[in-house]
């Protein structure tokens, strides 16, 4: 069975182990000891090791998820050595395969990239380059979207951060519901659920612009076209537009892609 090592257990390595027991996953996964406590209470409630050294995770792993923020890689690259052809996976936000390669010679470095749905096997999962076993590991966490290079991959994680936000939106559209007298978890319940109806309507009709799927429904003379009308007048894309251009120009700087 193969053996998964995570260096760094955080919010989102923690929601990959939970995902990957869920998915039926029962071969060994080897934790890093720092955030001991979130270490504990995985290996207590799935089955995981936490090992006494990084360097112990990385000797008995075959496949190695970086999970470590990109200000403690240089710390982390210092504290372990990985074998020649030891496939590392990294889900340090816009670091780039040259400089996990400089960090850690010999590893074969791949990007990837997931949100917490992983933990219900429900997240996009991004790897790039393509790498055969990275997806054997990663596919059931959700649905897998593999990119050739990293400047799609950094489109990608913008994406990503627009999962946050639309948090923010749904919260905004939640509250003006309540506002005006309904109760939050109906309020919570409709705004969900018409997302969830958005979702699974472009899903099944993926010939179909999300454009032209909007405009099928706000037609002439429909309530939805007036409340369109308003959002259009008002500079709100623009907004979004200069939020994912922020986030982009900020990877692209950190990864040292920025002019290419």
């Known amino acids: 069975m193969h053996s998964l090592g ?8 923690e929601k990959t182990v939970i995902g990957l027991r869920r998915s039926g996953f029962e071969g060994p996964i080897l934790l890093s ?12 409630e799935h089955g995981c ?5 990084n360097q112990a995770v990385v000797d008995q792993a075959e496949l190695v998820i970086l999970g470590v ?5 240089a710390e982390l690259a210092n504290d372990v050595q990985l074998r020649s052809g030891q496939r590392l996976v990294s889900l340090a936000a816009g670091v780039n395969l040259a400089q996990l390669s400089t960090a850690f010679p010999g590893a074969l470095c791949v990007r990837a990239m997931l949100s917490y749905a992983a933990q219900y096997n429900q997240s996009t999962v991004v790897v790039c380059p393509p790498d055969a076993l990275t997806t054997q590991y990663l596919e059931p966490l959700g649905k897998l979207v593999v990119l050739q290079g990293e400047p799609e991959f950094e489109l990608a994680t913008v994406a990503a951060c627009m999962n946050g936000w639309f948090y923010f939106l749904l919260h905004d559209l939640q509250q003006w519901l309540m506002d005006k007298g309904l109760p939050a978890t109906e309020a919570r319940a409709l705004v969900l659920g018409n997302l969830q109806d958005c979702v699974a309507s472009a899903g099944q009709q993926p010939a179909c612009t999300l454009k032209a799927l909007g405009e099928a429904i706000a037609t002439p003379g429909t309530f939805t076209a007036d409340g369109l009308a308003v959002l259009m007048h008002q500079p709100v894309s623009a ?3 200069a939020a994912c251009e922020v986030v982009l120009d900020g990877l692209l700087t950190r990864s ?4 290419q």
């Open 6 to 13: 995570i260096l760094g257990v955080g919010e989102l390595t």
């Open 33 to 44: 000891p720092r955030n001991a406590q979130r270490a504990a209470v995985l290996a207590q």
């Open 49 to 53: 090791q936490v090992m006494a050294s």
């Open 69 to 73: 923020r990109p200000q403690s890689l």
């Open 239 to 241: 907004t979004w537009g």
């Open 256 to 259: 040292g892609l920025a002019g």
